[in-house]
């Protein structure tokens, strides 16, 4: 055999591989993502949890075991350029005509990054994401049952819920399907229309989420187009709706970048993504890939809708609006809707922790359900960006505050390491511009938030203002992590009350403070609320600012209870408006 033959031959060997490992993975993708109906019957929430981390660890697990298998078979030849060259397009013939095979090519570019260390792009051996199309060859079709409207409503969506039957019956069937109808029928003559809504289309596969089931579809008149989502909730007495949502924001906010991802079992992810967009238009594809728990495939489509949009613009990237994180150089392109969160060298006073724990502390926030209220923080790794677009100021800050991160090539900027996330106002900022009942909404969301966080075993740690944001819908979101931490890992404390005048005039505490010890009565005096906005957080939240409270949510985490956070206005009743 020919040298040339046998390169040929192991690069063949090398692409067929990766195909078999990508099976691998999408097999054990699916046969987690399966046993969500299960989880859902049983109404097993801890199992549900387990899973989506389980899932989640997954595409890491199989991108390092192919390495490890193809280093040990082909030794040192591994690293030849030859052989990625020559695997790569094999492996693009192979995978012409299978499912999802834009996901593949990141698959196989995952691993060959990792192998190589590639910085910026490497064409050769890896598959470029500017050339990618993830929505090529997807269709709706196959993915949907069409209901046809024959004249009644009731009679359309009675078709519908007997399709989606599960081992605990419906609880009071026809009352569902009449609360169904009225919901859609009130939404088709909202705003003095009188629409007549000429068939429903669902997604066969049902989405799970934790605790809840959806049946996601949208309502087609002549014209017109809406989205429909039916959340279904498992009680003791059987299976009820809990809510129907049919307005774009409100679907919106059940697919956000806040949400834990969805376990729905698709042969086709392309076809949902595509269905999902055409009722979510303004979603970015890379989140809708990211909330279907195809993250990896998100990070792809993230990297490319930022560089086809650099090619496109001409604005400068900027400090971030905001105080000055003491961890974190933030930057952002203003006319994109993301920031860029680099970790600084060295970390100012008061901060004591190490570069490592913020890691950690982004990888728990990715693996932990985020109940609407943090980030989805991607990590992403040697990016190359034109130098020429870093404005001066901020160019000065990363070179002298990031430089173990941080390096120049030519005339490129090379990041080694860096988060990205969406952009939102900090919430300091929010409230010097917004109206009062702009601000007055955002001070309640926040105490909710607070709320959110805690029953989901989390702890903010900093609860300044400037750490949290608020989104296009209103909502406040924790985006700061360093001092992020487990309700069950801290030490909720009353204050103790000083017995004499000395005392109380002392500067620093008079009493043993520790290292995990927190008091929720001071949370109230570093927010600069004026006095209107206080009362009403003391009205609404005052609970927050007790140890009692937090003492309470600790106990029933550690007794293994799943605290319900919920992406909807849970109400038999009002949660069947649009409004």
Request: hydrophobic share 40%; glycine share 6%.
């Amino acid at each position: 055999m020919s040298s040339e033959t046998y390169s040929s031959a192991i690069s063949e060997e090398c692409a067929q591989a990766i195909v078999d490992a990508f099976a691998g993975y999408n097999a054990d993708f699916r046969d987690v993502t399966r046993r969500a109906p299960q989880r859902f019957e049983s109404r097993d929430w801890v199992g549900s949890q387990r899973d989506a981390v389980e899932r989640i660890e997954l595409y890491d697990h199989r991108v390092k075991q192919i390495i490890a298998s193809l280093s040990e078979r082909f030794g040192a030849r591994v690293r030849e350029r030859s052989l990625w060259i020559g695997a790569k397009q094999r492996f693009a013939g192979m995978i012409e005509s299978m499912p999802d095979n834009e996901f593949m090519k990141t698959f196989f570019s995952s691993a060959s990054r990792s192998l190589f260390g590639t910085v910026g792009l490497d064409p050769e051996i890896e598959f470029v994401a500017l050339d990618l199309d993830p929505l090529r060859g997807a269709s709706t079709q196959a993915l949907i049952t069409a209901y046809v409207n024959r004249g009644s409503l009731e009679l359309l969506f009675e078709e519908v819920l007997a399709d989606f039957r599960f081992k605990t019956p419906f609880k009071n069937f026809d009352k569902t399907v009449s609360m169904i109808a009225a919901a859609v029928q009130s939404q088709c003559e909202a705003d003095g229309e009188r629409r007549n809504a000429e068939r429903v289309e669902i997604i066969r596969p049902v989405f799970f989420q934790i605790t809840r089931a959806y049946l996601v579809g949208r309502i087609i008149g002549r014209g017109w187009m809406l989205p429909l989502v039916i959340a279904l909730k498992n009680t003791d007495a059987g299976v009820l709706v809990d809510a129907v949502m049919t307005a774009e924001d409100r679907v919106s906010m059940l697919f956000s970048f806040t949400r834990s991802y969805y376990h729905v079992d698709l042969d086709r992810v392309g076809d949902a993504v595509m269905f999902l967009h055409s009722i979510l238009p303004r979603k970015p594809i890379s989140e809708l890939f990211i909330v279907l728990g195809r993250a990896r495939q998100g990070k792809t489509e993230r990297y490319r809708e930022l560089f086809r949009h650099l090619g496109q613009s001409s604005d400068e990237f900027i400090t971030a609006p905001g105080e000055r994180g003491l961890v974190m150089v933030v930057f952002t392109l203003p006319s994109f809707d993301v920031v860029f969160k680099l970790i600084r060298d060295c970390f100012a006073y008061p901060k004591n922790i190490l570069r490592e724990e913020v890691l950690a502390k982004y990888e728990l926030v990715f693996k932990h359900d985020r109940a609407g209220r943090l980030v989805d923080a991607q990590e992403f790794k040697r990016l190359r960006f034109p130098l020429q677009r870093f404005s001066k100021p901020l160019l000065e800050e990363l070179l002298s505050e990031t430089a173990g991160t941080v390096h120049l090539d030519g005339e490129n900027l090379i990041i080694d390491h860096c988060y990205i996330e969406r952009r939102m106002t900090p919430l300091n900022l929010f409230l010097r511009s917004a109206s009062r009942e702009d601000a007055i909404a955002a001070v309640l969301d926040y105490g909710q938030a607070i709320r959110d966080l805690a029953y989901t075993n989390i702890f903010a740690g900093d609860l300044l203002l400037k750490n949290f944001g608020v989104t296009r819908h209103g909502r406040v979101i924790f985006y700061d992590y360093d001092e992020l931490c487990a309700v069950t890992d801290c030490r909720f404390r009353d204050m103790p009350q000083a017995t004499n005048d000395e005392d109380e005039m002392r500067a620093e505490s008079w009493f043993y403070v520790g290292d995990s010890d927190v008091f929720p009565e001071t949370f109230i005096n570093f927010l600069g609320f004026d006095d209107e906005l206080k009362a009403l957080f003391l009205k609404f939240h005052g609970e927050i600012l007790t140890a009692d409270f937090w003492r309470g949510v600790q106990q029933r985490v550690s007794q293994g209870e799943v605290l319900e956070v919920l992406p909807y206005q849970s109400a038999r009743v009002s949660a069947f408006s649009s409004a």
